[in-house]
């Protein structure tokens, strides 16, 4: 567990309450989906929490299905749940619970509440009880129906569990204070009527208990300790605490709840251990919806092939897509546990899924759009077959038992890729073109001689000699050609079918406005390319293997396809037959074209060797063994590790990943020489560099002391740190002075009272159904309303005063 992860606040509480003996030092956390739809990138960061926090502990975690809404659960759902979590590399504790397996013991405590005084009947229809509620600032009306006699409320709701009554007839509300300011302590719903088919309890209950009852007292029965949610059930919690402490533990009959550890007497409040919530904030992907409901929708209505498609944030999706779980979690420490919700750059996950999959994917050559050549003085021999490595020099988690190289087959045709010929080349352009020589990948230099077109003037053929003494990859003369393509046989490779995936949305926040999400969707979000083809020894690998198409990125066979392969022979002839489908994962770094132009003159320069060099920048820590070896033969890199760490005070995991290389320490020392706070420094450094564009291993054009003149002012407040991360990406492409850009550009902070006000009125006219819902006790929505003034101001408002102005307005 790094230095980060164990200060955040949520583990700061559990350290806490360890050290004090609260609960008897136990630890008890637990993961509560409601079995509604697939699991996605946000429950990954609930469950990485649930389940690290319980066993960084000493505690455990079970999983229950919250599953109360009869209408819309199904088993399908749980078993796709419980596959998601195991896939994503967690067990629970024992068997799978269910909030359903609580019925009967909520109905005992609730009919005690009615005779304690605290619940009541109410026949009220859902419109009266909103219309008696009333406004946040003025006290509900009561019910005319709040003063039944606990006979006749004992009477209704025992009726009501024998389905005498028709939906809606009856709710079962607790009662509280109708003068509370949180609205959610007004009396809320305890049960409804619903006439409907439950998937475990079939039409024994026709009766089902609302969310905020059932989930606080399941937490009590299972004895949990520690019940984190996200941030929009805090105001929730003082309803939970209050339920908590208004049944008596006693009248559940515990012995007919299986596996139940909480406990407690006939006294109120008594839980024995008493769970407590606390609450995170959301991190919001962009380009991304992550509303079960919206995601439905998208499955619904056709936009995507299923709650799988390597488009959805599902992790079935993510699986089907070839994104490995352990990269997955590596976002999750990555972006941590907060109390104030941000939305995280997409470029931060790809940059985990990368740096996870370029230790052990094999590298393979396949063409996505060919290009046909010949070789007109290639001898006429058939097939010669040339050994190429499946993985560059220095990756050391290579899959078991897989072999270092691969015969590929060379012959006299051959495809490459369109887009790397060019007829007329442009300025800059370095790789095929008449006249002109490039070396095959793994392969010989050829040199374009002519082309053939069609009478519609389309290129359709090139026409190369070769140098056959160039089958080492290096010239007798010593001369160096200008790039290196890659290449495929034309009778000796594989059809495969490729899907190129996108961002499935065109905007950064597809939810700003919800009632235009169907406007934002992708077009381009699915390209599928028919014609492609690749070397044949895919043929025979494991299925699940994921791939480095050199040069354009990591890709993996479609598990839901079931074509049938073509068939390679004995011979290494290959036999026709369904193309494989293959699905891509994410795109090779973003470095990878400028270190290209940078190595163009080396004779061997590859994406893959470029793409895997020594980082300057580092990244997620998925490879600290080897930091630690590199640092075991290295006595500087020892050294320097220490003196981060000691010294300048920086976090474990920062000063090992500063440390894995002279090249990242020498610009971390530049970027902290004029006396920038190194933390803060090395933060920007590991966390926010290499998602701007930089993930390949290089800061691109950004200076050291950009960097930290950048850093400086975030921490100044003369910049936010939203403008802070815009500019970065502009820096790491082109370079420049961020103080000069804030300048002329205008960037700087909003503290214009007036100015902001009016931002803010404007904000709140344009939302009037979140306001009403604000007014209504929905005082989460403030969160809404900040993001909405901070996006409108490109974020340069000051937070604090946006805060407190809509506060004022909205009172």
């Known amino acids: ?94 068997e799978i619970r269910y909030a359903s397996d609580y019925f009967e013991a909520l109905y005992r405590m609730a009919l005690r509440m009615i005779e304690d005084g605290f619940a009541y009947v109410d026949s009220l229809s859902e419109e009266e009880i909103r219309a008696h509620r009333g406004p946040v600032i003025e006290p509900s009306r009561p019910s005319p129906h709040r003063d039944r006699s606990t006979e006749e409320n004992l009477d209704l709701f025992r009726r009501m569990r024998a389905g005498e009554f028709a939906d ?53 029965i299972e004895g949990i300790t520690h019940s984190f949610c996200t941030l929009e059930f805090q ?8 339920f908590i402490e208004h049944t008596r533990p006693a009248a559940a009959g515990f012995e007919r709840i299986p596996e139940a550890e909480g406990g407690g007497g006939e006294e109120l409040g008594s839980w024995d251990p008493r769970p407590r919530q606390y609450e995170f904030a959301r991190r919001n992907l962009d380009y991304t919806v992550v509303s079960k409901r919206k995601l439905l929708l998208l499955v619904e209505e056709g936009h995507v092939s299923g709650w799988d498609d390597p488009r959805m944030p599902t992790l079935a999706g993510f699986r089907r897509r070839g994104i490995p779980p352990d990269a997955v979690r ?23 899924v990368r740096d996870a999959l370029d230790a052990r994917a094999p590298r393979v050559m396949a063409v996505l759009r060919p290009l046909e050549i010949v070789i007109d003085n290639y001898p006429d021999v058939g097939v010669e077959w040339l050994k190429a490595p499946y993985f560059p020099s220095g990756v050391e988690a290579r899959p078991e038992g897989w072999p270092e190289t691969r015969e590929v087959p060379f012959t006299r045709v051959l495809y490459i890729e369109r887009g790397d010929f060019a007829e007329v080349p442009e300025p800059g352009f370095r790789r095929l073109a008449p006249g002109r020589e490039v070396r095959l990948r793994h392969g010989y230099f050829i040199t374009c001689r002519s082309v053939d077109k069609d009478e519609a003037g389309r290129l359709v053929r090139l026409h190369c000699t070769y140098d056959p003494e160039t089958r080492s990859g290096r010239a007798p003369d010593g001369r160096r050609p200008a790039a290196t393509i890659h290449w495929v046989s034309a009778p000796r490779s594989l059809p495969i079918e490729v899907r190129l995936y996108d961002r499935l949305f065109r905007t950064p926040d597809p939810t700003a406005r919800a009632d235009k999400m169907r406007e934002q969707l992708n077009p381009d979000s699915l390209q599928i390319l ?24 990591y890709f993996i066979r479609d598990r839901a396809t079931r074509a049938v392969a073509t068939v390679v022979g004995a011979d290494g002839a290959v036999r026709p037959g369904a193309p494989l489908v293959f699905n891509r994962t994410v795109t090779l770094r973003d470095g990878w074209a400028r270190r290209a132009v ?46 981060l760490r000691e010294q300048l005070e920086l976090p474990d995991d920062l000063a090992d990943l500063i440390s894995g290389s002279g090249a990242s320490v020498r610009y971390y020392d530049r970027a902290i020489r004029d006396g920038t706070d190194p933390v803060a420094v090395a933060n920007w450094l590991v966390h926010e560099v290499r ?36 500019l970065l990406a502009r820096l790491v492409e082109s370079g420049g002075d961020p103080r000069e850009m804030v300048e002329r550009e205008g960037l700087g902070r909003i503290g214009d009272v007036g100015r902001i006000r009016h931002i803010v009125d404007r904000v709140l006219a344009s939302h009037p159904a ?41 009172k």
């Open 530 to 553: 028919s014609e492609a083809r690749a070397e044949p020894s895919l043929a025979a690998d494991p299925r699940a293997t994921t791939y480095q198409f050199e040069r354009l990125g």
């Open 168 to 220: 809606g007839e009856h709710v079962l509300r607790a009662r509280i204070d109708l003068a509370a300011p949180n609205m959610k302590l007004r009396d809320p719903l305890m049960y409804r009527i619903r006439h409907a088919h439950h998937y475990r309890t079939g039409d024994a209950w026709p009766i089902y208990p609302f969310y905020d009852w059932a989930h606080g007292q399941s937490d009590a």
């Open 235 to 242: 105001d929730n919690r003082a309803l939970y605490d209050w």
């Open 770 to 810: 979140e306001v009403e819902r604000y007014a209504a006790g929905q005082m989460g929505l403030i969160g809404f309303f900040v993001g909405q003034v901070m996006r409108a101001t490109d974020g340069r408002a000051d937070p604090t005063m946006v805060k407190k102005l809509l506060e004022e307005s909205l």
């Open 598 to 643: 940078a190595d163009a003159g080396g004779a061997d320069a590859s994406p893959t060797t470029d793409a895997t060099s020594g980082p300057a920048t580092p990244g997620v820590d998925t490879g600290r063994e080897a930091r630690d070896a590199v640092r075991g033969a290295d006595p500087a890199l020892q050294a320097a590790f220490h003196r």
């Open 330 to 352: 590596a976002f999750c420490r990555q972006i941590g546990i907060g109390k104030a919700e941000n939305r995280v750059e997409i470029a931060t996950l790809e940059w985990a």
């Open 1 to 94: 567990m790094s230095e980060r992860e164990r200060l955040d606040f949520i583990r700061q509480i559990v350290a806490r309450d360890v050290q004090s003996g609260r609960h008897g030092g136990r630890v008890l956390t637990r993961f509560p989906p409601e079995p509604n739809g697939f699991l996605h990138v946000g429950h990954a960061s609930a469950i990485c929490l649930d389940f690290g926090v319980a066993a960084e502990y000493g505690g455990r975690t079970t999983l229950r299905m919250d599953d109360t809404n009869p209408t819309t659960e199904d088993p399908a759902y749980v078993e796709a749940i419980a596959r998601d979590i195991r896939w994503l590399g967690f067990e629970w504790e024992g």
């Open 691 to 726: 998602g701007a564009g930089a993930s390949g291993g290089d800061a691109g054009a950004l200076d050291p002391e950009a960097l930290a003149a950048l850093v400086g002012l975030v921490q100044n407040e003369e910049i936010s740190r939203s403008v802070a991360k815009s």
